[in-house]
């Protein structure tokens, strides 16, 4: 059974950092496209950073460029997301998502974690 379980969120003020982490198990995320999505309410879930599958490339949401970091631990099967410099604007709920070429349509989705920035 593939899972994919995001943890890190929390309460920070203005200017704080967060570190977004996404075990996967059931597959292998060296093997993955992983994206961090958030939503926060009464707006459509946006893409925030995706990494390539080889964790060599990495493209970012203008508004979280040179803030956030995404990246891929292999030895860990982990992804993480570190938010730096966070903003009132950064609040919603963060998803991890994993997929590839010769995975299921629409790949696998974390549950999701609460990010709250306070000003």
């Known amino acids: 059974q593939v899972q994919l379980v995001e943890s890190g969120g929390g309460l920070v003020q203005s200017g704080g950092s967060l570190r977004l982490s996404c075990v996967a198990s059931g597959l292998t995320l060296s093997r993955h496209l992983v994206t961090w999505y958030r939503q926060s309410p009464g707006k459509e879930r946006a893409l925030v950073a995706r990494t390539s599958i080889s964790g060599e490339f990495a493209n970012y949401a203008d508004s979280v460029k040179g803030r956030f970091t995404i990246s891929k631990d292999n030895a860990k099967n982990t992804a993480y997301l570190q938010m730096n410099s966070l903003k009132p604007e950064d609040t919603a709920v963060y998803y991890c998502?994993?997929?590839?070429?010769?995975?299921?349509?629409?790949?696998?989705w974390g549950q999701g974690t609460q990010v709250t920035v306070s000003s």
């Open positions: 998502h994993a997929e590839s070429p010769t995975g299921p349509s629409g790949g696998y």
